[in-house]
């Protein structure tokens, strides 16, 4: 039997783990217009709130050293935002890791002008977040050499199944489809526990209620979305508890799968978000979470009202939390609804390092900053309107290479330390950590016909534990070099006289 053990992550050193795949770190400008729930609240607590990707400390420095403008305007950390505004940022990305297992090409149709790959899990489609060059439609064209519109989408997690356009037209054709509703969707999970051997339908609504989390609840009807799927199990694994599934969505919600599975007591086995003991208890989640309002929490219309500073209640580090919590939900949250989030948010942060970050480089001069302020205390800014002319955006592309950092140096930076930008470059993540057991495995279209990928390996009944690759046995598709020998006799025939 082959040695399938996986190395420990800090086995290699960083940026060179042969299961990962890199890219170096760049200058990127970052633009956006005001989101509604940001109109009267300051531009600081805006940005340490809504990205969440590095600490308030280091955003404050940014915001200091006049990377940021607001309305073409260098824009102080009090500034109240306003409904129009538009926020110009550079920031220097460094890019997450991915799995380094290549987007597998099952079959190119260029008279049709589409594409059907099997993408990933780690890699988003579309450029989001920290995410922009380790997408699907980038790396389509870096490694391929081939432009690709999205038809329909997959969380970053989440590998399988996708279909690409070569046009934009095809692509709004293809996707009509999708958001129909037409098309008969098939994944196969890996999930925690022994799951029934009879058919089970779950219909049950649900809904976002918190979106830097990205979390989503079942949720009383008239609330949110009805959401539907029939699951049926394939296979039980003794020796971890776990079943593999076969699940069939018919409609097509956010998380729709990974959260049924949760309410039935059998989230997927390396759920980062729905299948946490500590986040969720011991019973996971299973039967879904109490909605009772609390009568602690506040409207979204109170917590706006708080923010920008027309209501002044006495509150604790606490009570901000959970104010914040309660702006960016759509519905008042119960106790435990809130106490969920909040666990969520606190272990992202402390995955992401955000102690170190906060306390090592800024705090000093933070605290200078403070005493200067009590004695000399900011007059309201105030940044000119926009014309429509100068609102028009576009997407950026990443500066140069050689870009200098526009960031004010710290007076010591320790090792370890990014030498442009200042915040500490991340240890490496361990490659299973960066996707679920979660694969769409089969489409059944109207006007492409069915189309499906092999079996991913962790799904065999006798699975070995090496996630890699594809179950044994299975065929794959040689759709890039069919392709190139089509194309070849194409221009030999047009050659031929």
Same mark, same amino acid.
């Given at each position: 039997?082959?040695?399938?053990?996986?190395?420990?992550?800090?086995?290699?050193?960083?940026?060179?783990?042969?299961?990962?795949?890199?890219?170096?770190?760049?200058?990127?400008?970052?633009?956006?217009?005001?989101?509604?729930?940001?109109?009267?609240?300051?531009?600081?607590?805006?940005?340490?709130?809504?990205?969440?990707?590095?600490?308030?400390?280091?955003?404050?420095?940014?915001?200091?050293?006049?990377?940021?403008?607001?309305?073409?305007?260098?824009?102080?950390?009090?500034?109240?935002?306003?409904?129009?505004?538009?926020?110009?940022?550079?920031?220097?990305?460094?890019?997450?890791?991915?799995?380094?297992?290549?987007?597998?090409?099952?079959?190119?149709?260029?008279?049709?002008?589409?594409?059907?790959?099997?993408?990933?899990?780690?890699?988003?489609?579309?450029?989001?977040?920290?995410?922009?060059?380790?997408?699907?439609?980038?790396?389509?064209?870096?490694?391929?050499?081939?432009?690709?519109?999205?038809?329909?989408?997959?969380?970053?997690?989440?590998?399988?199944?996708?279909?690409?356009?070569?046009?934009?037209?095809?692509?709004?054709?293809?996707?009509?489809?999708?958001?129909?509703?037409?098309?008969?969707?098939?994944?196969?999970?890996?999930?925690?526990?022994?799951?029934?051997?009879?058919?089970?339908?779950?219909?049950?609504?649900?809904?976002?209620?918190?979106?830097?989390?990205?979390?989503?609840?079942?949720?009383?009807?008239?609330?949110?979305?009805?959401?539907?799927?029939?699951?049926?199990?394939?296979?039980?694994?003794?020796?971890?508890?776990?079943?593999?599934?076969?699940?069939?969505?018919?409609?097509?919600?956010?998380?729709?799968?990974?959260?049924?599975?949760?309410?039935?007591?059998?989230?997927?086995?390396?759920?980062?978000?729905?299948?946490?003991?500590?986040?969720?208890?011991?019973?996971?989640?299973?039967?879904?979470?109490?909605?009772?309002?609390?009568? /602690?929490?506040?409207?979204?219309? *109170?917590? $706006?009202?708080?923010?920008?500073?027309?209501? +002044? !209640? #006495?509150?604790?580090?606490?009570?901000?939390?959970?104010?914040?919590?309660?702006?960016?939900?759509?519905?008042?949250?119960?106790?435990?609804?809130?106490?969920?989030?909040?666990?969520?948010?606190?272990?992202?942060?402390?995955?992401?390092?955000?102690?170190?970050?906060?306390?090592?480089?800024? /705090?000093?001069?933070?605290?200078? *900053?403070? $005493?200067?302020?009590?004695?000399?205390?900011? +007059? !309201? #800014?105030?940044?000119?309107?926009?014309?429509?002319?100068?609102?028009?955006?576009?997407?950026?592309?990443?500066?140069?290479?050689?870009?200098?950092?526009?960031?004010?140096?710290?007076?010591?930076?320790?090792?370890?330390?990014?030498?442009?930008?200042?915040?500490?470059?991340?240890?490496?993540?361990?490659?299973?950590?960066?996707?679920?057991? $979660?694969?769409?495995?089969?489409?059944?279209?109207?006007?492409?016909?069915?189309?499906?990928?092999?079996?991913?390996?962790?799904?065999?009944?006798?699975?070995?534990?090496?996630?890699?690759?594809?179950?044994?046995?299975?065929?794959?598709?040689?759709?890039?070099?069919?392709?190139?020998?089509?194309?070849?006799?194409?221009?030999?025939?047009?050659?031929?006289?």
């Amino acid at each position: 039997m082959p040695d399938t053990a996986a190395p420990p992550p800090d086995m290699y050193p960083r940026g060179m783990n042969p299961r990962l795949r890199y890219i170096k770190s760049y200058w990127w400008p970052y633009k956006t217009f005001v989101k509604q729930r940001w109109i009267g609240r300051q531009l600081l607590e805006v940005i340490t709130t809504e990205f969440r990707d590095r600490s308030m400390e280091y955003y404050r420095h940014a915001l200091e050293s006049g990377v940021t403008r607001v309305n073409g305007v260098v824009a102080r950390p009090d500034l109240i935002l306003r409904n129009g505004d538009r926020i110009d940022n550079t920031v220097h990305r460094h890019e997450p890791p991915v799995t380094n297992d290549p987007i597998l090409i099952l079959h190119i149709d260029r008279e049709r002008e589409f594409i059907v790959i099997s993408k990933p899990g780690s890699l988003p489609v579309h450029a989001a977040g920290r995410y922009f060059k380790h997408t699907v439609l980038e790396m389509m064209e870096s490694d391929y050499g081939l432009k690709c519109y999205s038809v329909n989408r997959l969380d970053r997690l989440t590998s399988g199944l996708m279909i690409l356009a070569l046009s934009g037209k095809a692509a709004s054709k293809l996707a009509r489809e999708f958001v129909e509703g037409k098309v008969k969707k098939e994944y196969v999970a890996r999930v925690k526990g022994k799951f029934p051997e009879e058919e089970v339908t779950v219909d049950k609504p649900m809904m976002t209620v918190d979106r830097q989390m990205g979390l989503v609840i079942i949720t009383p009807e008239g609330k949110s979305q009805d959401a539907v799927t029939i699951f049926n199990r394939i296979a039980y694994d003794p020796v971890r508890d776990q079943s593999v599934v076969r699940c069939r969505p018919q409609t097509g919600r956010t998380h729709q799968i990974r959260v049924h599975l949760q309410y039935l007591g059998y989230p997927i086995a390396n759920d980062p978000l729905y299948g946490i003991p500590s986040v969720w208890g011991p019973s996971l989640g299973k039967g879904g979470v109490d909605l009772t309002p609390s009568t /602690s929490g506040i409207s979204q219309a *109170d917590a $706006l009202k708080a923010r920008a500073g027309t209501s +002044t !209640p #006495q509150s604790t580090d606490a009570d901000r939390e959970y104010d914040n919590i309660d702006l960016n939900s759509p519905i008042r949250l119960s106790n435990q609804a809130r106490e969920i989030i909040a666990k969520l948010r606190r272990q992202k942060d402390d995955a992401e390092d955000w102690i170190k970050w906060s306390e090592v480089i800024f /705090s000093a001069k933070k605290a200078q *900053d403070d $005493l200067e302020l009590e004695s000399n205390p900011p +007059t !309201p #800014q105030v940044v000119p309107r926009l014309t429509g002319r100068q609102e028009a955006l576009k997407l950026p592309d990443p500066l140069p290479d050689d870009t200098l950092s526009p960031l004010k140096p710290p007076v010591y930076l320790p090792p370890g330390f990014c030498t442009e930008c200042y915040v500490p470059v991340p240890d490496d993540p361990d490659p299973e950590t960066l996707f679920i057991y $979660l694969h769409a495995l089969r489409y059944t279209t109207e006007q492409l016909g069915t189309w499906e990928t092999p079996m991913p390996r962790w799904a065999s009944a006798d699975w070995d534990g090496d996630w890699r690759g594809w179950e044994e046995g299975a065929i794959l598709p040689s759709a890039l070099e069919e392709d190139r020998r089509k194309r070849e006799a194409e221009a030999a025939k047009e050659a031929d006289p």
